[in-house]
C-alpha cells in the first residue's frame, strides 16, 4: 500500500493548484442559462412561481406573463380552500375568474430563444380548441 502513497500527494497538489470548480464552470446548454439567470437576479425565468392576486377589477386586472399567446391560469379563489379554478387566458382578452378578480396576460421575451432547438411554441390556433370547457367571451 505503500504505492498510494504518491498519488495522494498529487491529488493534493492538483486540488490546491486548480482548485474546486465551480457549478456555472460545469453547467451546459439550459442549465447554464438558468444559473447565469439567477445570479443576475431573475429568480423565476420560466414566470411559473405563484403570483400574488392585487385589486382585479376590470380597469386594473391582475396581470399574468406569458411568451405565448395564451397560458392556463390557476386561482385559489379563497384562503383555505383545497381546490383550485383554471382559467384559460388569451392575449388582449381580459377574464373573469369564478370569485371575481380579473386577469390578463402581457407578453414578456421567452427564456429560451428562437434559434435553439429546445424551444417549443404553441401553434396558433382559434382559442376554443385549446380551451374547449372556456366559452368564447369575445
Known sequence: MSWLRPVGCLR???SRLYGMFSPIDLATGLEKRELL???AG???PYYILPIKKGQGT???P???PSANSYRIVACQCHNGANCLNYTCLHL???KRCYCGHWFQLYTVSPFVSNTGRCEFRYPTVAPHKFCPWVKNER
Open 62 to 64: 391582475n396581470l399574468i
Open 12 to 14: 493534493r497538489a492538483c
Open 58 to 60: 376590470k380597469k386594473r
Open 37 to 39: 439567470a439567477h445570479l
Open 92 to 94: 388582449g382578452h381580459p
Open 42 to 44: 431573475n429568480y423565476d
